[in-house]
């Protein structure tokens, strides 16, 4: 939110100064970066993704690369003496940082330096855990569907077991009857 802040000012009038209007052009492409990272960052946690040591690497050069071309562009223009034109430090930032898909494709890439390596004892930590979790959540719903057929097996010889006793009373009591009324007679 600085950065495009720092933007607005700096693509204000000629009266702020040379400095404000320099770090307010090379706020955009940061603010960019920056955007970037983060969305990289979301995606690498909420997906879990691990990358092999080498692709980390990569990455971790590709940030500090960004962040070095970045101060090496701004350090000319936050001296007192304001260079006139382009410097070449200034013209590698832009060359790089020019497109705003570059920008936010750098910022992307930050966030894989900082993910698990594939095979680290975190990584394989962060699976077992996953596996022990789907295991315990299959498990409590076989539980669940146990204990429900259970249940449902124990509801109908319930009924079996009253309607059975429905039966012997029904076929009891006539019988009962007729048998009283004979041995009166």
């Known amino acids: ?42 995606f690498v946690r909420r997906a879990s993704v691990t ?40 013209t590698l930032f832009w060359s790089v940082f020019g497109l705003p898909i570059v920008s936010f494709a750098l910022g992307f890439v930050y966030a894989f330096a900082w993910a698990p390596i594939t ?18 959540e299959a498990e409590e719903e076989r539980a669940a569907m146990k204990a429900s057929s259970e249940a449902r097996a124990q509801r109908r010889a319930a009924r079996a077991r009253r309607a059975e006793e429905k039966r012997a009373k029904k076929a009891g ?7 009283g009324k004979l041995g009166s007679r």
């Open 51 to 90: 990358v092999p040591s080498a692709a980390q690497v990569a990455s971790r050069a590709a940030s500090v690369v960004s962040l070095v071309t970045l101060l090496a562009a701004m350090v000319p223009y936050l001296m007192p003496e304001v260079p006139q034109g382009m410097t070449l430090p200034a």
């Open 119 to 136: 095979g680290s004892a975190a990584d394989l930590f962060a699976r077992e855990a996953e596996e022990r979790r789907v295991a315990r």
């Open 1 to 42: 939110m600085g950065s495009v802040i720092l933007y607005a000012v700096g693509q204000g009038g000629t009266d702020v100064p040379t400095q404000v209007r320099a770090a307010g052009a090379y706020a955009l492409p940061v603010s960019i970066y920056l955007l970037g990272a983060l969305i990289g960052i979301i």
């Open 173 to 179: 009591k006539p019988a009962g009857k007729k048998k």
